[in-house]
């Protein structure tokens, strides 16, 4: 009788605990009277929103709270886009928040145009008033009131977090939890809906990883093979230079379908950087008319030829500079001009193949000039 007692006991902690866990938002009371008739749990970041929605006025009284231990190095923001789907768009209007290294809380307002923002405070496009931020606990809280468009109940809005250095924000981490905070919002029914944006954010990291190897590693070192491997025994350097090259334009070819259906919208919603995707069609086409060409080349006896190495090399050391060059636009575009891993870790691949070649390149003259010395001591004798 008493184990089920005990059992039942255990099973009712458990569903109130179940519950509790499910709408911990309801839960809250907040200080000094606040508050709110709707409110819902956010599906990332350990986030809740409240809100009160007033239909006469067309305004909308927010809260954002976030749970975290590590308050004081951490910034945390809410936004809305009314126009757009994405964070940039026609322009997100962001509310951010944060506690500065003497103590005090700051909150204010940052309208976000680029990917490159460091949320500067700045005026939004909408009547915003009573930006303020608190600490409760382990609770960061953030409150606005709003005025929405006329006519608008739904809206697109972001939540994020990140580090702080001193008191300025810094890049919120680009993987995790990070990248499924955006959801469209009725204030009306209290309704959110997750933006799906996990694989096309999945299909970005792939097309970067792809063409960051294929166009802007493997390719460099097939054309080091080319210009230093000429020492190798019999034609291994030959076949060593095509296997890299051809390896790099496959899989940068891969890579590069990807990135045109990212851009054309085909793999969950369609990004921008037209500079980019030019830079890569480009790409595209320049490897395949050194694969041509290559193929297609003169024999060596063949008066031709210098032709067709003055040719081959310049289109391909080209078709390689820009390769890295587009490579840190890709960077750009996905806000990794910072120090973060993925630029440290390329940059010091290739300063290290760049750092190889000089090397090679002093070997090599210094190869040259004792042989024409040689040569020359031989025909003075």
């Known amino acids: 009788m008493a184990s089920k007692s005990f059992s039942f006991a255990f099973l009712l902690l458990f569903f109130l605990c179940t519950f509790a866990a499910a709408e911990p938002c309801y839960n809250h009371r907040f200080r000094g009277g606040k508050t709110f008739a709707s409110c819902i749990d956010l599906p990332s970041l350990n986030c809740s929103l409240h809100w009160n929605f007033h239909s006469l006025t067309q305004t909308v009284d927010v809260a954002l709270r976030r749970n975290s231990v590590d308050q004081k190095t951490r910034w945390m923001s809410w936004a809305i886009n009314p126009h757009s789907k994405g964070m940039v768009g026609k322009g997100s209007q962001a509310l951010v928040a944060f506690q500065k290294d003497d103590g005090t809380m700051v909150a204010y307002t940052s309208p976000i145009t680029s990917y490159a923002t460091q949320l500067q405070k700045g005026d939004l496009s909408v009547p915003v008033n009573g930006v303020s931020s608190i600490l409760e606990g382990n609770e960061m809280i953030m409150f606005a009131t709003l005025a929405l468009p006329a006519n608008t109940t739904t809206v697109n809005h972001f939540w994020q977090e990140g580090p702080l250095v001193g008191d300025v924000p810094r890049m919120h981490p680009l993987s995790g939890p990070n990248m499924g905070s ?200």
């Open 182 to 381: 955006i959801g469209t919002l009725d204030f009306l029914v209290g309704k959110l809906v997750v933006d799906k944006t996990s694989s096309r954010n999945q299909w970005k990291i792939v097309h970067g990883i792809l063409c960051t190897l294929g166009w802007g590693f493997l390719m460099p070192v097939g054309a080091l093979i080319a210009r230093h491997g000429k020492q190798w025994p019999g034609t291994a350097w030959f076949r060593a230079h095509v296997f890299f090259q051809c390896s790099a334009y496959l899989i940068g070819l891969a890579g590069g379908i990807i990135g045109v259906l990212l851009w054309l919208g085909a793999l969950g919603a369609r990004i921008g950087g037209e500079i980019h995707q030019y830079i890569g069609i480009t790409l595209l086409g320049l490897s395949a008319i050194q694969g041509i060409v290559g193929y297609c080349r003169p024999h060596k006896e063949d008066k031709k030829r210098i032709y067709f190495n003055i040719f081959h090399s310049s289109l391909g050391y080209g078709t390689i500079g820009l390769s890295i060059a587009n490579v840190f636009l890709g960077f750009h575009m996905v806000h990794l001009m910072i120090k973060t891993w993925p630029q440290v870790t390329y940059i010091a691949a290739i300063s290290l193949l760049g750092t190889i070649a000089l090397i090679l390149e002093g070997v090599g003259c210094w190869r040259r000039t004792t042989v024409r010395r040689e040569i020359a001591a031989e025909e003075t004798l």
